[in-house]
Structure formats: C-alpha cells, structure tokens
C-alpha cells in the first residue's frame, strides 16, 4: 500500500509499466470534470472508474483483495478512509474470478488511513483495503484498475 499526494505520483511510475500512462492520463483530464462510469485508458489493462460511493462507518466497510488488479483509488469529493491489512493476515475466502475480488465479511481491519482530496492510496495485489468509509453520505472519487 502506497499513500501520497497526487503531486508525487510520478514518482511511482516504475513500479508497473501502465502507472505512467495513468499519470499521462491524469495530466491531460480533470477527473471531477469526468462523467461517471468507466473510461478506458488502455483496453482491459488500464481503466478508471468515477463513481460515488455510499459513506461507511468502519464496521460496515469490507475488506477486499484483488489477484490481476492494482487500484489507484482518490477521493474526489472529501476524505476517505481506507482501511488496511495484509492479505497474507486474512483467512482463505471465496474469489469471484469475473470481478477480480475476494471479499472478507465482518472481519475489522487491522489499522485505516485518511486521504483527502489532492491524494491517492495504492492498493496491490497484497493489500487488503476495505475503502469508503467517510462520515460524509457519499463519497465522489477515481479509481483507476491496473493489471497488475
């Protein structure tokens, strides 16, 4: 799990050969001017998804995990809560193949982390996160899906 400022995400460019093209994507759209839904970046491979997202408390979030995807997830509208555990700490679930999730139940994340708008959290394959929880009813925000 990475968290930064949307300023520095350039510097994250080499960890996978598509992050660049989400930093070129980012500098040619506004993403709060973007209409809601998928917007393919390069095919299957890369797409970012602007969507509002129903606030949480953190005993209602889920914690997920995806094996082909890696989410660059920023929050839009205000802040966003995010939390964390290992994937190598959750116990064996369900993954639903077709939608690149495994999703664990009742289970309360091990710790959370705030972005605010102007940041980004990076989830990978390794990284349980259980996102939108927000004191705010709905959250605006970008998530972008990268094969991982």
């Given at each position: 799990?990475?968290?930064?400022?949307?300023?520095?995400?350039?510097?994250?460019?080499?960890?996978?050969?598509?992050?660049?093209?989400?930093?070129?994507?980012?500098?040619?759209?506004?993403?709060?001017?973007?209409?809601?839904?998928?917007?393919?970046?390069?095919?299957?491979d890369?797409?970012?998804?602007?969507?509002?997202?129903?606030?949480?408390?953190?005993?209602?979030?889920?914690?997920?995990?995806?094996?082909?995807?890696?989410?660059?997830?920023?929050?839009?509208?205000?802040?966003?809560?995010?939390?964390?555990?290992?994937?190598a700490?959750?116990?064996d679930?369900?993954?639903?193949?077709?939608?690149?999730?495994?999703?664990?139940?009742?289970?309360?994340?091990?710790?959370?982390?705030?972005?605010?708008?102007?940041?980004?959290?990076?989830?990978?394959?390794?990284?349980?996160?259980?996102?939108?929880?927000?004191?705010?009813?709905?959250?605006?925000?970008?998530?972008?899906?990268?094969?991982?």
């Open positions: 799990m990475i968290i930064d400022t949307l300023d520095n995400l350039s510097s994250y460019a080499s960890l996978n050969p598509l992050f660049a093209k989400v930093v070129e994507f980012m500098k040619a759209n506004n993403l709060n001017k973007l209409e809601a839904g998928k917007h393919e970046i390069a095919g299957k890369l797409f970012v998804n602007i969507t509002t997202a129903k606030g949480k408390s953190p005993d209602e979030a889920v914690l997920e995990t995806h094996q082909k995807m890696i989410d660059i997830q920023i929050p839009l509208s205000g802040d966003e809560t995010y939390g964390y555990t290992p994937a700490s959750l116990p679930a369900p993954y639903n193949a077709e939608k690149d999730i495994t999703k664990y139940g009742d289970l309360m994340a091990e710790c959370f982390v705030t972005c605010h708008p102007g940041m980004f959290a990076i989830f990978f394959p390794q990284d349980g996160h259980a996102p939108c929880i927000s004191f705010e009813p709905e959250i605006k925000k970008a998530i972008f899906k990268i094969k991982a």
